[in-house]
């Protein structure tokens, strides 16, 4: 799939000059204790469609979640703190509004000049937000004359400001939610080959559908993290104290029995742990010399060396979730070596989720990277084969 076939109108298809756009961005970013954004990552991604706005003379209006607030207004969860380092980055007037509907905000947004913006306060101060309440969409709706989506990482829910609100106002995508689902759908397509997905992360129930759809396109699929324990449980390595996901056991199994092309590649040797600690005792071992009350907390030196040379030497490399304890730093080093892989291989990559972000920030490889998605949960459902409300709801392009 390439720019040409891209099936959604985007803000290129429209005439933004004196309009109201209300876009839905994804500012939830990390933040320290004083909640000052810390990774301006997501914040950074929108600025070709915050920009291309602002030179044509629209309106714009931010709405976007942060966090986890429940549905009650919780400043520990404002994003008036953005309002500094978007006026930076946009180089233009940035007003905040402390609410997201009502009286105010319509009139904040009302008073917006062409070239500026009015950043909202967190929609999930509201519960209706992630109901997908469609009289709260309506209320979002008289903020704005024109709806864009440019948070990919969010169009995997329906929510309110996500898919009721195209209801209401003519929707189209922006530019980097555009760039992330022809890249995606590139890869599902016609990936140029060996294709080589990279799956890691703690749970088999959050990846044993993107395995299953993405086996058939794929040359190679390397399983590591935690997810990797229950697939050498499941084929009869003894795993000591290491999590497991009972659950999948069987699921696992016949997953591997019917991968006839032998395309699954799990690890041969693994660090494994006397306690689940920075500091704990620690050892490289074979994926059969487990301790009994020890845990794998990452990949070993072979299965390093192993993987990485299956990424350098791949034509497209995508990768997903962390290959062990990431956020020790002791047990880092697989997957810091997998994002150093993954930077050097001679193809396109694609890094999604927010531990494989991490990784490829630490090591300092981002810009090595073709692609760095801001959607993980997006990025999963849309690799598993899944419709996305978000992108559903947009309007289709002219032939």
Known sequence: MSIATYHKKTIR????????????????????DAGNPTDLTRVNSTLPTLNYLLKRGAHVVLMSHLGRPKGERNLKYSLANLVPQLQRLLDTKVDFCDDCIGPKAEEMAAAVQPGEVLLLENLRFYREEEANDKGFAAKLAKLGE?????????????????????????????????????????????????CVAIMGGSKVSDKIGVIR???????????????????????????????????????????????????????????????????????????????????????????????????????????????????????????????????????????????????????GVSYMITHVSTGGGSTLEYLEGRRLPGVDVLLEAED
């Open 213 to 363: 759809n993405l086996l058939p396109k794929v040359d190679r699929l390397l399983i590591g993290g935690a997810m990797a324990n229950t697939f050498l449980y499941a084929m009869g390595h003894k795993m000591g104290a290491s999590k497991l996901s009972d659950d999948y056991v069987e699921l696992v199994r016949e997953l591997l029995q019917n991968d006839v092309e032998k395309k699954i590649m799990l690890p041969e040797d693994l660090v494994v742990a006397d306690s689940f600690d920075n500091n704990a005792r620690s050892r490289n071992v074979g994926i059969d010399d487990v301790p009994e009350g020890w845990m794998a907390l990452d990949m070993g030196e072979k299965t390093i060396n192993t993987y990485s040379a299956i990424i350098r030497s791949a034509a497209t490399v995508i990768w997903n979730g962390p290959m062990g304890v990431f956020e020790m730093p002791n047990f880092a080093k697989g997957t810091e070596a997998i994002a150093v892989a993954c930077a050097k291989s001679q193809g396109s990559t694609i890094v999604g989720g927010g531990d494989s972000l991490a990784a490829i920030d630490q090591v």
């Open 13 to 32: 298809d429209i005439d933004v000059r004196g309009k109201r756009v209300l876009v839905r961005v994804d500012f939830n970013v990390p933040r320290d």
């Open 146 to 194: 024109i709806y864009v989506n440019d948070a990919f990482g969010t169009v995997h829910r329906a929510h309110a400001s996500i898919s009721a609100i195209a209801e209401f106002l003519p929707a189209v995508s922006g530019l980097l939610l555009e760039k992330d689902l022809v890249m995606m759908s590139k890869i599902l397509a016609a990936p140029y080959r060996p």
